[in-house]
């Protein structure tokens, strides 16, 4: 099954993760204000990667940079993006770690207020991922990004003789009642960008009405990614009844039946946000020197090349090439909704909170 952003950790792992942010962090480390230092970067032998739970990367990839800079790495899962964030300033006095990786511009903002990223410019940034960035300090670098969108299941539809809906607007239509399965923005990383997707579509406070709009159609909510596509929608392996889910324009392509020619879901490109996600140095890092060089390897060609196979995103550097199969099955939306992190940073608890209220109840 190929990994999405998704809620998976236990609060057992928290309990460890306090211990392990004694060792990363030091006793006594202080975390300076962003950008506030003038000594010396700090460097050790050894360099903790804090990241979201789906991280991937290559063996092979992981291996030579641990070979190339000599650094004992360490890498360390405490959740997904929104937990990860939530990590990062509860242990803001002792550090997790050094360097982080799974931001999204969903929280993108909340980490950059809590003075959590000491600011860091690659020098070799690609203009791409210069395009993408979080905010004017340099806070975070972009690594990867994209489109979380509606997927429809092609062969429920055709053997319903029913169109495969198009717009946010049609998904509210009577045809398409009771089909759609979406994620709690309160818990799931795909649903905050989907209901930001919202936001950016039909202002605040309009995203409510269309809110009440799907609920009356019989939008169906569950906790995360894996249970929407793996379980309640219907074009995926666990054959669910709701042809409509939201996950990713790249989905599709991984929906592919070996020898066909043409995927068996699509992604509805008139529904889609544009998720981008980030990596930065930890403000009181160990070994700030080892961050910004994980960093530095994270936009290497290598790296980026090897995104969309392990984690499933478009890499950051466009002028890396992509798999066939994406550039057949997975395009990105051409007019995506997008929000500014700071207008999310501003209205995300809001937000979740005014739906929780109105959708769940």
């Known amino acids: ?47 903790t990667v804090v990241t979201h739970d789906s991280f991937a990367l290559s063996d092979e990839l992981k ?13 360390v899962a405490p959740g997904d993006g929104g937990a990860l964030v939530n990590q990062l300033i509860l242990t803001k006095e002792s550090p997790l770690g050094d360097v982080v990786y799974g931001i999204d511009n969903t929280f993108a903002g909340r980490a950059v207020q809590a003075g959590v990223l000491t ?44 169109a495969i809906p198009a717009t946010l607007d049609d998904l509210a239509k009577p045809e398409y009642q009771n089909l759609l399965v979406v994620e709690n923005p309160a818990s799931s990383s795909p649903g905050l960008a989907w209901l930001a997707a919202t936001v950016g579509a039909k202002g605040d406070p309009g995203y409510l009405d269309y809110w009440t ?47 066909a020619t043409t995927s068996n879901t699509a992604a509805l490109l008139h529904t889609c946000f544009r998720q981008v996600e980030y990596a930065g140095v930890i403000a009181g890092a160990q070994n700030r020197v080892g961050a910004q060089k994980f960093i530095d390897f994270l936009l290497t060609k290598q790296v980026q090349a090897d995104i969309p196979g392990q984690m499933y995103m478009y890499p950051a550097d466009t002028s ?42």
């Open 119 to 162: 600011p860091y410019t690659p020098a070799d940034l690609p203009a791409s991922a210069a395009d993408l960035k979080a905010d004017d300090a340099g806070s975070l670098t972009a690594v990867d990004f994209g489109d979380v969108c509606v997927n429809a299941d092609r062969k429920w539809f055709a053997a319903k003789k029913l």
């Open 213 to 259: 709009s799907l609920k009356t159609n019989g939008v169906k909510v569950v906790k995360g990614w894996t249970e929407a596509y793996s379980t309640e929608f219907s074009g995926s392996s666990g054959k669910g009844s709701r042809p409509l889910v939201v996950s990713y324009s790249t989905s599709p392509a991984f929906e592919v039946p070996k020898g």
């Open 320 to 361: 890396v090439a992509l798999p066939k199969e994406w550039v057949a099955h997975a395009p990105l939306a051409s007019q995506p909704f997008t929000v500014a992190t700071d207008v999310i940073a501003a209205g995300r608890d809001t937000w979740i909170r005014e739906w929780t209220a109105k959708v769940i109840g």
């Open 63 to 75: 291996k030579q940079f641990a070979e190339e800079t000599g650094y004992t790495v360490t890498y």
């Open 1 to 47: 099954m190929f990994i999405h952003r998704q809620v998976s950790r236990a609060v057992a792992l928290l309990a460890g993760l306090a211990l392990l942010a004694g060792c990363a962090g030091g006793a006594g480390a202080a975390a300076p204000s962003a950008g506030a230092s003038t000594t010396a970067p700090t460097e050790s032998k050894k360099l």
